[in-house]
């Protein structure tokens, strides 16, 4: 398959995952849009990979499937839950990896024409959906449960448009004071943790978006000090309701629910020692359909949204569900974002392109943030953030490549790595 077909059938799964994956979800009421995209994704990676005759794998993806693999095996082995609750954990889990891995190996290139057509839609819906609902919630907040289904799945389709137009701009500071003011209307939903990302977010455009502030000295740490100190500030809410209210039992059911996951989190990773309680096991979707003992074994069953009858908080936050892999898998998963925030350093050194590093970042943060209290990486929006991750590091790759091209006067075919 040629690179050309690559860039324009990614581009039009792209759009599609845009629009009806993440703003209208809701809307058309079909749950499996996310699936479809993945398919689709990953049968184009497939359909590259074929016509390629030298397979230079990415080392990281391979790592990656090996590690995956294994601890299929290892749930299996010691009955973590049904074979069906393991396969559809697996799937869950693996979904936002491949959105990353499939699409930094393909190197797709958005030319500038699909580049402002990417930009025309972003702020097409961003004008005529997501501002206008802002605007009613003010009104009524239930219009976020009738058009996006909660709260929360309103900022983060503010956040993700407003990276797409960002990444289609040309990083001019008009450009950031756009991608701030399109931002800025996901404050409407009322969340501390976006709060958190959009003080992050002003500081980054402001401060950290100049070449020269990439510097790791006094002045800077102090300012990150002070950045930190203001997220935390505005966080505090939450911070609050989780270390202070919970001891004094006034928070709400789906708090406690969270609470208690945190606090049985440390007990399960000593108890399953060093691999975790495996798949679909503790605190995933999967954990709750296909119900797992685990929750009797430490008797949390009988908590609000944890139980049999009715597990509807028991996915309601993604750090606690690391527990499945164990201490082993905890430094796996930040062997992971480490290998992101080097390679893209790395390529930032080759490119000097600082709106792609400043994206990368902002990903990164949004990720780590979100997942404080939801399960965004592997849920509705995650597999899309982790294919405009793809995008930012493959396009990155592809200019470092260009640049040794240009270099060395070497036209030779890049190898698919």
């Known amino acids: 398959m040629k690179q050309s077909h690559v860039d324009r059938y990614f581009f039009a799964l792209f759009i599609f995952a845009l629009i009806f994956s993440i703003l209208l979800y809701k809307a058309i009421g079909f749950t499996y849009t ?23 794998f990415n080392k990281a993806f391979l790592i990656t499937l090996a590690v995956f693999v294994f601890y ?16 559809n954990d697996l799937a869950i889990q693996l979904k936002p990896y491949l959105g990353f891995f499939c699409v930094y190996q393909l190197k797709p290139a958005m030319n500038a024409s699909r580049k402002r057509m990417l930009r025309d839609v ?6 005529i959906f997501l501002l206008p609902i802002g605007l009613v ?9 009738l058009l996006l289904e909660h709260p929360v799945y309103y900022g983060i389709a503010v956040t993700i448009v407003s990276l797409c137009y960002l990444y289609c701009s040309g990083f001019t500071r008009r450009d950031k004071l756009v991608f701030l ?20 977010s002003v500081f980054m455009m402001f401060f950290f978006s100049n070449i020269a502030n990439l510097k790791l000295n006094f002045k800077n740490i102090m300012i990150i000090i002070c950045m930190l100190a203001v997220i935390a500030y505005v966080a505090w809410g939450k911070i609050s309701l989780y270390f202070y209210q919970a001891l004094t039992d006034e928070m709400e059911n ?28 503790f605190a995933t979707y999967s954990s709750g359909e296909y119900y797992s003992e685990i929750y009797a074994k430490y008797g949390i069953e009988i908590v609000y949204g944890l139980s049999k009858a009715y597990h509807g908080f028991i996915s309601d936050t993604f750090y606690p569900s690391l527990a499945q892999f164990g201490v082993a898998g905890i430094v796996l998963f930040l062997s992971f974002w480490i290998y992101i925030v080097k390679r893209a350093f790395i390529n930032y050194r080759k490119t000097q392109n600082i709106k792609l590093i400043m994206i990368a970042i902002l990903i990164v943060c949004f990720l780590a943030i979100e997942c404080t209290t939801g399960s965004t990486f592997i849920a509705q929006g995650g597999f899309f953030v982790m294919m405009i991750l793809g995008l930012i590091l493959s396009e990155k790759k592809h200019e470092a490549e260009q640049t040794k091209i240009n270099i060395h006067g070497d036209e030779e075919k890049i190898p698919f790595c």
């Open 254 to 281: 789906d708090l406690i629910a969270r609470f208690v996951l945190y606090r049985t989190m440390p007990e399960v990773l000593s108890d399953f020692f060093p691999f975790g309680s495996g798949f679909a096991s």
């Open 181 to 200: 003011l399109m931002l800025s209307i996901g404050l409407f939903c009322g969340r501390s943790k976006f709060y958190g990302f959009f003080a992050l």
């Open 72 to 87: 299929t095996c290892y749930s299996f082995q010691i009955g973590s839950n049904t074979p069906r609750g393991i396969a």
């Open 137 to 145: 919630s003010l009104v009524n907040v239930k219009v976020f449960d």
């Open 122 to 127: 972003c702020l097409l819906f961003w004008f």
């Open 34 to 56: 996310d699936e479809l995209c993945v398919l689709a994704l990953f049968v184009l990676f497939l359909m590259a990979m074929m016509k390629i005759h030298d397979w230079h």
